[in-house]
């Protein structure tokens, strides 16, 4: 009979395994503890929302929209899409629940998400995001304090190498009159543009700034500069901005060439990146959206926020030999026979009562002495607890210390076992 053929992930789409999950709780445990420093709450928003809003926010004239999303009809005829990034969720949350309205919020989120691009080291098909939006705020402070804490998490992580690079991408109405200037630029010598070049002439001309393609740097890196064509009152904020993170002692590097590639932004855009990670270099983006709000149907409501890429923060961690701690147990409880169980299971739940912080593995699944010792080692404890024939007549339990060669098992009364984990400092 021919054997079933195995089931494997579909490509793009990742497993976290046992193994690499500490690390992943490393960076969601110093985000979440920084983020709640800064005052920050956690949203929580759907995976699944309708495909009008990722339309309406991100704009139909973008990668995302144009080619990457995961897009299906619904039984009901309704078109869903699974979120390609989470400010457009955040928004259509914020305006939906009336927190955006006059009032100042600092948000976070965190999950996957999914576009389809080509994988490849560091871009897949799912991936995750850890984002930070903020509403009501208009001036250049929260735009500061979106960057510093971001500075201050790498430091926490201990990454370095990374730069800040940033630019203003002015307001709407400077915009007009820039595009106008680029559109001049680029339609000079038409050959020189690739199709996709082409097609957003038309469409959106900043976007080309925002182009991947090798063969059209050199015509980029010649455009005229937004930075000279910016309004008065986007050039007050990007001074001010430089002022503040000067003073915080957080270096930069502007980039006029920074637009960002999604259409929302405005003034401020910001990018962190790195050349450890080859050509995904770009580990965390952002800027001020605030026209999102009033495209989303509800009064302007200035915003600011970024977005960071998980697997690419921690592919920087790894290639910077930042490791992790595996936590480790401190007992695990060997059982031979049934009797030993009940009087081992019993104990094992008392302890943890005694000790909220106590990390204890009990052997299930059987095995002789050996191969429960065996399992012992392999879980990395620091002690295995024996309960044997002997510790069940006696009331007893046997410490067996599995990491230190030197040192005796001893046998203890079950009773001193909570005194005996007291002098250990286990805990400490
Ligand atoms: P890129 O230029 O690398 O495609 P982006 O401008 O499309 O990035 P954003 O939409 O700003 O990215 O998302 C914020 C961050 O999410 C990026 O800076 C990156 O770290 C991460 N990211 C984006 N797309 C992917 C992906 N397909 N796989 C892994 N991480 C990603
Ligand atoms: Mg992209």
Redesign the pocket.
């Known amino acids: 009979m021919s054997k079933a053929k195995t089931i494997q992930s579909i490509r793009?789409v990742h497993d976290i395994l046992p193994s690499q999950s500490p690390a992943w709780q490393h960076l969601e445990g110093c985000f979440r503890e920084l983020l709640s420093h800064y005052g920050y709450s956690e949203m929580r928003m759907p995976i699944l929302e309708s495909t009008e809003l990722f339309k309406r926010s991100i704009g139909e004239v973008t990668?995302?929209v144009e080619k990457?999303m995961y897009t299906f009809t619904d039984r009901n005829e309704s078109s869903l899409t699974l979120r390609?990034?989470g400010t457009a969720g955040c928004v259509r949350a914020g305006i939906q629940h009336g927190l955006l309205y006059n009032q100042q919020q600092r948000i976070w989120y965190t999950g996957p998400?999914f576009?389809r691009?080509r994988?490849q080291k560091?871009?897949?098909?799912q991936?995750?995001?850890i984002?930070v939006e903020t509403f009501g705020m208009s001036g250049p402070d929260i735009d500061a304090e979106l960057i510093a804490l971001t500075a201050r998490l790498w430091k926490i992580l201990g990454l370095i190498n990374i730069d800040l690079e940033l630019n203003s991408i002015g307001s709407a109405e400077s915009r007009k009159a820039y595009k106008a200037i680029l559109v001049e630029y680029f339609s000079t010598d038409m050959s020189l543009l690739d199709e996709d070049s082409k097609r957003r002439l038309t469409s959106n001309p900043m976007r080309i700034l925002?182009s991947?393609n090798p063969d059209m740097q050199a015509l980029i890196q010649n455009a005229p500069s937004i930075i000279d064509h910016l309004d008065e009152e986007s050039e007050a904020h990007f001074d001010q901005l430089k002022k503040l993170l000067d003073a915080m002692n957080i270096p930069y590097i502007i980039n006029p060439r920074l637009v960002?590639?999604?259409d929302y932004y405005s003034k401020t855009v910001f990018?962190?990146t790195t050349n450890e990670l080859g050509s995904?270099?770009?580990?965390?983006?952002?800027g001020r959206y605030d026209g999102l709000v009033e495209q989303l149907g509800s009064k302007p409501t200035p915003a600011c926020g970024?977005?960071?890429?998980?697997?690419?923060?921690l592919g920087l961690m790894e290639a910077q030999g930042i490791s992790t701690d595996t936590p480790v147990p401190h007992f695990f409880m060997i059982m031979a026979g049934d009797e030993a169980q009940l009087a081992g299971m019993k104990l094992a739940e008392q302890l943890r009562s005694q000790f909220p912080q106590l990390k204890l593995i009990c052997n299930c699944g059987g095995g002789s002495f050996k191969a429960q010792i065996k399992r012992a080692d392999k879980s990395a404890a620091q002690y295995a607890l024996i309960m044997g024939e002997n510790e069940i007549n006696n009331n007893s339990v046997t410490i067996k210390p599995m990491r230190d060669r030197d040192a005796q098992q001893q046998t203890l009364p079950q009773a001193e076992l909570v005194t005996y984990i007291q002098s250990k400092e286990l805990f400490s």
């Open positions: 793009g990668d995302i990457e390609p990034e998400m576009r691009e994988p560091g871009r897949y098909r991936f995750h995001q984002g925002d991947k960002r590639g999604l990018e962190w995904q270099g770009t580990v965390c983006g952002g970024f977005a960071m890429g998980v697997e690419r923060v």
